[in-house]
C-alpha cells in the first residue's frame, strides 16, 4: 500500500511533467508483453518523449490541480500510462500509431494537443497532423514563395535592360 506521502509526492511529480506539456497522451498499455512494453518505453524515450505510469485518481488529481485540461472519467479506467512532450505535440501520436498499427497495443484512451482534448478514436487523425517543424517549414516556403518571385522577376528585367544597354552600345560601336 502507497502511503500517503508517496501519493501527494507522486501527484507533484505528475503536476510538474504535465504543466509545460505541449501534448499529453492516454494510453491503455493492459495486454501488452513485458517485452512489448520495453519496446514501446525504449522508442518513447528515443523521440525526446517522457512516459510515465500512475493511479487513475493521482493522474485525476494532478490535472486537477493544473487546471489545464478536464479528462472525462470515462477515459480514466484500467491500467493508463501517460506519454507526455514538450517539443513537438503530434509526436506521442505517431509513436502511439506505429506501436498499435502493429498489434493494436497500446490503445489510445484521449488526448490533450496545447490543450484541445481528443478521443482515443481519433489517434490516425492526431497522427497524420504535420510535426510542428513541418508547419513551420510550410509557413517559411509559402512566404519565401513570393519574394523568391519578386527577385525573380528583378533578375530578369536587369537582364533585359542590361541586354537592351549593351545592343545599344553596339549599335553605336557600329554606327561609328
Same mark, same amino acid.
Given at each position: ?10 501527484? *507533484? ?21 513485458? !517485452?512489448? =512494453?520495453?519496446?514501446?518505453? =525504449?522508442?518513447?524515450?528515443?523521440? *525526446? ?9 493521482? $493522474? ?64 490516425? @487523425? $492526431? !497522427?497524420?497532423?504535420? @510535426? ?12 519565401? !514563395? ?8 528583378? *533578375? ?17 560601336? *557600329?554606327?561609328?
Amino acid at each position: 500500500m502507497i502511503t500517503r506521502e508517496r501519493k501527494q509526492d507522486i501527484v *507533484n511529480e505528475l503536476v510538474g511533467l504535465l504543466d509545460n506539456a505541449s501534448g499529453v497522451y492516454l494510453v491503455d498499455f493492459s495486454k501488452m508483453t513485458v !517485452a512489448e =512494453t520495453y519496446k514501446f518505453r =525504449t522508442e518513447v524515450h528515443a523521440k *525526446n518523449l517522457v512516459y510515465r505510469v500512475a493511479k487513475n485518481t493521482l $493522474i485525476e488529481r494532478a490535472v486537477e490541480q493544473i487546471g489545464k485540461y478536464s479528462i472525462p472519467s470515462a477515459n480514466l479506467f484500467g491500467q493508463t500510462g501517460l506519454v507526455i512532450s514538450y517539443d513537438d505535440p503530434t509526436a506521442p501520436a505517431k509513436v502511439i500509431k506505429e506501436f498499435f498499427d502493429k498489434g493494436e497495443k497500446p490503445r489510445l484512451k484521449a488526448a490533450f494537443i496545447e490543450g484541445q482534448f481528443y478521443d482515443g478514436s481519433e489517434l490516425k @487523425t $492526431i !497522427a497524420s497532423l504535420p @510535426t510542428r517543424a513541418e508547419m513551420v517549414a510550410g509557413i517559411l516556403g509559402s512566404l519565401d !514563395a513570393p519574394v523568391s518571385g519578386i527577385v525573380g522577376a528583378i *533578375n530578369s528585367l536587369m537582364r533585359d535592360v542590361a541586354s537592351v544597354i549593351e545592343e545599344v552600345a553596339k549599335k553605336q560601336n *557600329n554606327a561609328a
